[in-house]
């Protein structure tokens, strides 16, 4: 049995409908973030020793990392789903993009959420932090153009990973010039297991 460690609000809510999406049986062990510093439980560092979410254990194997358990799980449960084959021309891309979401396009989302909280002694990093944004954020609506999903002509892990950038970065106000992004995110957020992994998960306030 899959077990997800799952912290509300949390990119833990990625694994949830990833595993929607590939119809497989999984539990789910709740963590519930702290109401003032917003923070994980120390009951989290237990299962892993950063004390972050998400987490799996499949059969006795820990998998932290999000993009790392979403590769996990695509390459052992995916029956052909989810991920394109290695040998097609859609492979790199899609490695990009999975990859991306969580190594680059976070990095502008998280500064802002930080440093928002230091209101004008953050004044200095603002023009850097909203060209940064601009950057990231044109990049991923400039290469989605008109297509539905990030590679190739259906749902991958890499817009599993995406749009938990685009719900964070939507909750802090940032994706509002960005039309075509706005819309894809709806479009995944509309998909039935996406709706079914929210119903199993719990309060969700993001996106
Ligand atoms: N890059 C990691 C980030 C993990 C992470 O920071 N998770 C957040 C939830 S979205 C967390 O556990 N925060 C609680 C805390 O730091 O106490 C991943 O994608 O798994």
């Given at each position: 049995?899959?077990?997800?460690?799952?912290?509300?609000?949390?990119?833990?809510?990625?694994?949830?409908?990833?595993?929607?999406?590939?119809?497989?049986?999984?539990?789910?062990?709740?963590?519930?973030?702290?109401?003032?510093?917003?923070?994980?439980?120390?009951?989290?560092?237990?299962?892993?020793?950063?004390?972050?979410?998400?987490?799996?254990?499949?059969?006795?194997?820990?998998?932290?990392?999000?993009?790392a358990i979403v590769e996990y799980l695509i390459r052992k449960y995916g029956r052909d789903k989810l991920m394109p084959a290695e040998d097609s021309a859609d492979f790199v891309p899609y490695l990009h993009?999975?990859?991306?979401?969580?190594?680059?396009?976070?990095?502008?989302?998280?500064?802002?959420?930080?440093?928002?909280?230091?209101?004008?002694?953050?004044?200095?990093?603002?023009?850097?932090?909203?060209?940064?944004?601009?950057?990231?954020?044109?990049?991923?609506?400039h290469e989605l153009g008109t297509r539905d999903f990030f590679v190739g002509d259906c749902l991958t892990g890499a817009d599993i990973q995406i749009t938990f950038v685009l719900e964070a970065a939507k909750s802090l106000g940032l994706l509002t010039p960005f039309k075509g992004l706005m819309a894809y995110l709806a479009r995944m957020q509309a998909r039935d297991a996406y709706k079914r992994g929210i119903e199993r998960g719990g309060q969700y306030d993001l996106g």
């Open positions: 049995m899959i077990t997800v460690h799952h912290l509300n609000n949390s990119r833990s809510q990625r694994i949830l409908w990833l595993l929607e999406e590939l119809g497989q049986d999984y539990e789910i062990k709740r963590y519930q973030r702290d109401a003032t510093t917003n923070l994980a439980p120390d009951s989290l560092k237990a299962v892993h020793p950063l004390g972050k979410s998400p987490v799996i254990n499949d059969n006795g194997v820990a998998v932290a990392e999000s993009g993009w999975l990859h991306y979401a969580e190594g680059s396009a976070m990095l502008p989302v998280m500064l802002t959420l930080y440093t928002m909280r230091l209101g004008d002694a953050a004044a200095p990093l603002r023009p850097r932090l909203e060209s940064e944004t601009r950057n990231h954020f044109g990049y991923l609506e």
